[in-house]
């Protein structure tokens, strides 16, 4: 089984506490003979880390990965490749105070529920800090997309009620990056910041919304059954931190149209087969039909706000639980990076699957 | 790995094209010495089956489950449970004229480019016919839950743009299966049965969403990373043919919104530990807190209508596909039971494997 | 998990008690595109089934596999295949006896144990009845091995005390089927014939060695960590029934041995790289390196005799078990089947999975 | 998949080159709240490690492991345990006369046509340092084992011709340790020391067969198709380096033998049911049944020799291979550790698994 594991051929297994000696994980099945762009993984990683703005939250984390095995001269041996990445800031002693209570919206009590024990430091294995392994892996997944001509991308495309007016289709993904927020449209973006700036200052969080995309996917990547391709991408994001919906293609709106206006005709054009339209979302029986991948990602607010609030301690008791430590008041324009990742990991491992289905 | 297997413990591996021999499973990991009610099975199966109202496809099929192995005397044995639901009523014939061609919409033409072949009858592997054999698995874990006091259940919330107003909380399960839309609203349900009758007529097809859900589901379910209790329900549905999205608890709704308004608080009540609200969807951190576990799913407009569509055929040329073959013209009512059969299976998986949590 | 798998890309999983209504399977993972030789498959099942001879046990099943799904006008779809084989000549009767009685040797008790209920009629699961799964999977694998230049064979290499003096290398594997005991050495094969007839006639049961071979297997095949080729080679043939060794090239004898006397130098022929010797058996650091792959399978006396044992009930109160039902008096002949078509599987597996080794 | 993980509950994934960094793993699916004892943990690895006595590699390791996570104030948490230990003393230029060429018997040969590459430094990832990861993770099962009151032994029964004659049921296993060669059986383990030391000295290597025990198994223990208890643990010891074979129970030799003779008749004794004989080696049915699990596991001389050997190169091209860095002349020694160490994995896995046999 592998409760840690993700992907079935090129498969991560993450490790690590928030608080404790480090993060990290083992990357198994990744193929052999790659070169590592290791500056490439480190620019993913500080899209991710702490401290990178003044929107998200102020811990200080380098977030260097160190590399302990599968690498040789550069280069993929096919053997398993081993990470870690020190946690060098932890601010335990902020934690204390819910060694035995409960936060809301928390893992707190179902971990202590399940396991009979919990580390509580900063939220322990159930901190957002253990994303940092997916985007280590999903980083050198990204490489070798990129390699075979996959592009993966992500951005806001809402925070709170601010949402962007700019279709998908007419995104222009070399703006991403462009501001803090990870909104390629520039006044939309402003208005994002600055608003997560004042729900900061009054020590709330907000939710948002991460748009993913994919770009020339080949044809025929997916399993049409249980594992098709958009139910491992739903599988991965739903199991990224604070995620509460997913939907691909025209999504949960589609759902209230008919047939007749959202089918996708196929056309011949100098490429090949294509659709005129694509509200399939790139996926058509669960098996990619070489149209743009497309999906949301529904993220809830941080349930840490910096205001009191009554909950229970573990012996049912009620105590006041105060908003300490450091947090995001928002985690869309970090979790960008971690929404690429997962994405890319999932057309990779479905890549390699691929490869048997035919002799 | 296993395409066409899914869970962990719990383990179905379904079989079968639409128009081959038989659509069946073997389940694996159902714990031995339980007592299966066949009716409670034949049922599910009547709920999910072709022809049972006028809203429905007209295709004609008993689905009778016949059981194979791994029941003795009435009995689990422990071993693998195979079944099997014979094709009585395929009519192939129907289905000569898209052999070389492409429907919108459908797999086809994924199929096609991936395996190098294809069964163009009745859509072989890709058609929903392939889910009597998680509804058979679905039954039966659904009587297991039953006698460990948890509750699963599906509705039809909304038909194109008709939705229910009743809160989920407030719907009386009972009266699912009162009316053949299976909506609980008796007003709203016949709203959908005439606005589907009417599609139906005019050669269209339309979309809509079930909710989801699960009661008195044990605190300390789920595996808190990759494996969240809700990134398994979401795959589970998304899993399900012509879903389109996910969202449970508070769902995309929710992320529009503050921490403060949404936090869910923990109060002591004579059941034990419960939350004041619920916009946590009964899963904090992945792992299932007791409260009622609430989800959607939404469902494109049926890809196959009754009119004719301009399409391509396997050489890339140009070619009318007619509107042919027995379809729903919209696939809600007989989803429910789907539905339901997945959510079960993620449960009971989900509950065998907790058992190792603690020694 | 999945404990009645085997296999991670191409992947049986079987179904089926010795008295119930069927024994079969599902092939998951098999690529798209095979012919499928119906005739060889059948052959295979003919060299395992009972009542081939006067040297095995005389249950008369026609044991013929009928083809569910995932072949379509004689071609693999790529979709799993499901076959059944009918049980038609259970005497279950015959059984009545052991109902709450532990036979000795047989796994009556830790079935009981274990599950708490059991199909005691003709041993249920546990009777090598289910081998029949495999010998249908390994016989596609064999196929598609041939189509790759891959061959497989076993054959009787000893019974009791009577062991063929030839090696291995020395062996015309066109003579194994030529007498009813599968021992290409025909003065050998005529001493094991009337052995193993003597026994019967005493109402007793004898062991044997099976010898199995692979060639022109391409180098590079077996993960060299857990999944060692010869590692799974050894759980596939440890999982048939009666099996109590294993050991492949060189085996327990070169474990007397010296380094210097036993390790294969390397040597170019027009064939490219060869070794000089064959102790390493085909198998290098877990991974096939070309040279012929050979291993040796120890297989016990079957446990049922015809002759009053002493043991319990379920109440752990003696009881007399008497010799009843129709049994081998060695089940080496008809196990050559078992262990061509579980190495077949292994090594098509493998093929498989090596397939994502390299981009 | 996961090449490099094994078991499927309690189930490590390990990493690491021989001259890498470090070596390590991960172990999922470790229950939670064990209390664990480091100093056990360090026993195991200094009984495995290299340069401990004058019959072993004179490679200097402290081989201490470091913990990163998964463990808290002494307890496991229930989330993956991840571990490392650095590679202190590479001698990596001892082996640039290899990174061309292929050791006879090495995995140098295969390891570059399957990758492509390879890390010729002291053998990389097919050094047998990287067992030091099974080790640890054994030392871990065990422990949970000894709470649950089964042990687990091995210890060497023969070295070269050299072989124990006292039968493993007369065995004082807390002698095990009292000798370098780890046989309790005194006198022959003079022989077998002074053996291994004249072996040395002419430059040369041999092999030797180690027994490994299992005592008071629960009843119920294993998966009775393809994952045998038995079969389990020959792919765990078949897939340690050097092992050639694998048999339990009365292994070959009963093979030859008549069922009215092995088979293990039934007792009531005071502590319940109970075999008057023990042929079936604790496992019948793949199931264990209470009584004492052995087995023997053969491993062929180390292939490094201090000795020229005339071999290949990787253009095909003779060469000469001198024997050069630091090589056991025999691996049984330190092998005991990591017999005990898989024997360990593989029986709590499966007592794990075993967890959801019954509801």
Chains 1, 2, 3, 4 share one sequence.
């Not at 070489?290 to 909950?311: N, W």
């Amino acid at each position: 089984m592998g409760s840690n594991s993700f992907g079935e051929i090129f498969r991560l297994t993450s490790f690590g506490e928030s608080h404790g000696k480090a993060i990290g994980g083992i990357i198994d099945g990744c193929p052999a003979g790659i070169s590592i762009d290791f500056d490439a993984i480190q620019l993913e990683l500080d899209r991710r880390k702490p401290g990178q703005s003044k929107i998200t939250t102020q811990r200080k984390e380098a977030d260097r990965a160190v590399f302990l095995s599968g690498i040789f001269e550069g280069k993929t041996l096919g053997t398993p490749i081993a990470f870690e990445i020190l946690n060098s800031d932890p601010k335990s002693k902020d934690y204390s105070h819910i060694k035995d209570s409960y936060r809301p919206s928390h893992a707190d009590y179902t971990y202590d529920t399940k396991y009979g024990i919990r580390d509580y430091r900063g939220g322990g294995r159930s901190s957002a800090r253990e994303t940092i392994a997916r985007v280590v892996a999903g980083a050198i997944a990204k490489q070798i997309l990129i390699a075979l001509g996959v592009e993966t991308h992500a951005y806001v495309s809402s925070v709170g009620e601010i949402a962007m007016d700019v279709h998908h289709s007419q995104v222009d993904v070399s703006k991403i990056d462009d501001n803090i927020v990870r909104c390629p449209d520039e006044a939309k973006a402003e208005e994002m910041i600055s608003y997560i700036d004042s729900i900061r200052k009054q020590g709330d969080t907000v939710g948002g919304v991460i748009t993913g995309l994919a770009f020339n996917v080949p044809v025929g990547l997916g399993e049409p059954v249980f594992d098709k391709l958009h139910a491992d991408l739903a599988k991965a994001m739903m199991g990224i931190n604070a995620v509460k919906g997913f939907e691909y293609g025209g999504g949960f709106e589609m759902c209230k149209r008919r047939g007749s206006e959202v089918n996708d005709l196929f056309i011949t054009t100098d490429e090949g087969v294509k659709t005129k339209s694509n509200h399939s979302g790139g996926i058509q029986g669960g098996i990619s039909n070489g149209e743009t991948i497309y999906f949301k990602v529904a993220f809830k607010p941080v349930a840490t706000i910096m205001r009191d609030q009554i909950s229970l301690n573990d012996k049912g008791e009620e105590v006041v639980v105060k908003g300490k430590g450091r947090h995001d008041p928002c985690v869309v324009p970090r979790a960008v990076a971690i929404v690429e990742a997962m994405t890319a990991m999932v057309l990779l491992d479905h890549y390699l699957r691929n490869k048997s289905t035919k002799l």
